[in-house]
């Protein structure tokens, strides 16, 4: 089956303002990794490269998407506000071209200790047959809330046939309601259980639990980040500067900890910009 991939990056990430107002969702660092690099990353382990077979959307912020990608994958860049995820798809639709279409969402970190990076939602394309529609999920903490689909939360990925694909207009819409829930209906959606940890990033509480778990047990600092100060369950980004204490946050590229500050459940940017996160439990899996 011939399929493409397309990677949705064109939000405004509002949840995760005010740090959003600076660089696009999409390029936040998770794990010193931008998010938007993960999701090429996972593609190209299901051998989906380039812009013949790889495209990005972009809107918000769109020209710093649009440099970060370069050549890597197909580029649509929407005119005034973003698409949503419906629509995205509809102004790529002379590039899908018939094909089955795998989506990702940017913001969506996944992690599977038993699969590498594609390997891991390799099973949304085993066997597909082409016409129906599949969805990377796990399990709801309340299988009945709205939102689900068969008891499953969404987490990140998706696969579509051609043939709900090609009339999606150029115009706002989301998936949900255009293609998911009638081919619910219809009894042509099936949901491939995801295995791993997965955190959508959306807030700042979650973005900080997908970098603490990207640290692993211990604390992740970029080669060129300079720390003398006490570092504890953190990430410290490129060309960061940490003297005082930092403990379960994160430190974006060139920001500073001084020395008689402590960071806590917060993420720092550049010119002291500061965003708490709410107290989180430890992550894991779901």
Sequence with gaps: MDVCAVVLAAGEGTRLRPLTERVPKALCPVGNVPLLDRALARLSGLGLTGPERVAVNACYLGDLVVGHVGSRAHLSVEPGNPLGTAGGLGNLRDWIAGRGVLVG???AYLADPD??????IAALLDGWDGRSVR????PADDPAAPGTFSGHRFVGFSLLPWRLVRDL???????VRAVWRPAEAAGALA??????????????????AANLHAAGDGSLAHPTATVTGRVRRAVIGAGA???????????WPGA?????????DAIRA?????????????????
Excluded: H, K, S
């Excluded at 969805?135 to 796990?138: D, N, P």
């Excluded at 207009?169 to 998936?175: C, I």
């Excluded at 500073?256 to 806590?264: H, M, Q």
């Design 169 to 175: 207009p150029a115009a706002f819409g989301d998936l």
């Design 105 to 107: 969402n940017a913001d």
């Design 191 to 208: 949901v491939v259980p995801y295995r791993g940890t997965f955190f959508d990033t959306g807030t700042p509480a979650d973005y900080l």
């Design 256 to 264: 500073t900890v001084g020395p008689d500050e402590r960071l806590t």
């Design 270 to 286: 550049r010119d002291g910009l500061t965003v708490p996160a709410a107290r989180i439990a430890e992550p894991g899996t779901g």
């Design 241 to 251: 500067t940490v003297r005082g204490e930092v403990d379960r946050a994160v430190v």
């Design 135 to 138: 969805l990377l999920g796990q």
């Design 115 to 120: 699969a590498a990076p594609g390997a891991d």
